[in-house]
């Protein structure tokens, strides 16, 4: 009986699938772009509501949000390309220490 619960635990995660077919990184994709969507407008608000100027003036501008979302978009492209970069070494490596093997196994009977 408990194989059984570890069996309903694992499907539950989807834990046999690749990343892509998982339902949990879908739900943290989407809780992230709402995340990012609202953090703009919580900032705006807390900000006003702080305020007792006649006239507010913080309000956001066109500008200001390309700015946000540019900040955004930048940091997102570094953590890609830094991840990418990782693999990609990661590969080399397995690769160059099958390499040495082989070659101290041809020295090694040669």
């Excluded at 499907?11 to 953090?39: E, H, N, R, S």
């Excluded at 900000?47 to 956001?60: A, D, K, V, W």
């Excluded at 970069?85 to 090694?108: A, D, F, G, P, S």
């Amino acid at each position: 009986m408990p194989d059984k619960k570890k069996h309903n635990i694992k499907c539950f995660f989807a834990c046999g699938k690749p990343w892509y077919q998982k339902w949990w990184i879908y739900v943290i994709i989407v809780l992230t772009d709402i995340t990012l969507i609202a953090i703009p407008f919580l900032i705006n608000c807390a900000y006003m509501n702080g305020r007792s100027l006649p006239e507010p003036n913080t309000y956001f501008t066109a500008g200001d949000w390309l700015s946000f979302y540019g900040t955004i978009l930048g940091a997102l492209a570094t953590i890609i390309v830094l991840v990418i970069t990782l693999t990609h070494n990661r590969k080399i490596m397995q690769i160059n220490m099958k390499e040495q093997r082989i070659r101290e196994k041809e020295t090694n009977c040669g």
